[in-house]
């Protein structure tokens, strides 16, 4: 048997290193898909249909799979004000406190328990209207700027009792602004 020379020593060790680098981007590559995060998730502002004045700031955020969201601020609401137009406990909300003890913001999570059907689109939950504490059922649509139908990235809201639903739709925002419309 004859020593390797040189040569075919770095030669070995480059092929080894190429390899071992290849499995590293390979597992950087599909861990980057696994923890993206999806486009609903971030900060937004609920419109009203008929003025299209900004009602709300919300944060929508996914935990362990299930999204949430919850109101940071309102034009003309007072930042502790309680939610008392609420029912102590509603269908599927987790929580050991009685919601209508808690305040509107930050405290109390109004959309819950929706589960993604594909990126972008999460269906199977509830949301409770802040005005009267009427608990709903929940989807969310997220729709990429197109250009024609949607002018900025947008949330498709539904709200819905059985079939019949209605839509609203949210505009995309940042925190500072969705925390600030008092």
Avoid at 3 to 29: E, G, R, W, Y
Avoid at 115 to 126: A, E, H, R
Avoid at 140 to 153: L, P, R, S, W
Wanted: charged share 25%; net charge positive.
């Amino acid at each position: 048997m004859r020593p390797l020379d040189k040569n075919t020593n770095i030669q070995h060790c480059s092929k080894t290193m190429v390899k071992k680098l290849l499995v590293l981007l390979a597992l950087a590559f599909s861990a980057g898909i696994v923890f993206a995060v999806d486009p609903v998730e971030g900060y937004w502002l609920s419109v009203d249909d008929k003025t299209g004045k900004e009602t709300a700031g919300w944060h929508i955020y996914v935990v362990e799979g299930v999204l949430y969201g919850k109101m940071l601020s309102s034009p003309g609401k007072k930042i502790d004000a309680i939610a008392v137009n609420c029912k102590e406990s509603y269908s599927g909300y987790s929580g050991d406190a009685k919601v209508n003890t808690l305040k509107v913001f930050n405290a109390v999570t109004w959309i819950y328990g929706l589960k993604m059907k594909t990126p972008g689109v999460w269906i199977g939950g509830s949301i409770i209207d802040p005005k009267d504490g009427k608990q709903y059922g929940c989807e969310i649509t997220f729709h990429k700027t197109d250009g024609k139908n949607y002018k900025e990235d947008t949330l498709e809201m539904r709200g819905k009792v059985a079939f019949i639903g209605v839509s609203q739709f949210w505009h995309q925002s940042t925190e500072e602004k969705a925390s600030s419309l008092w």
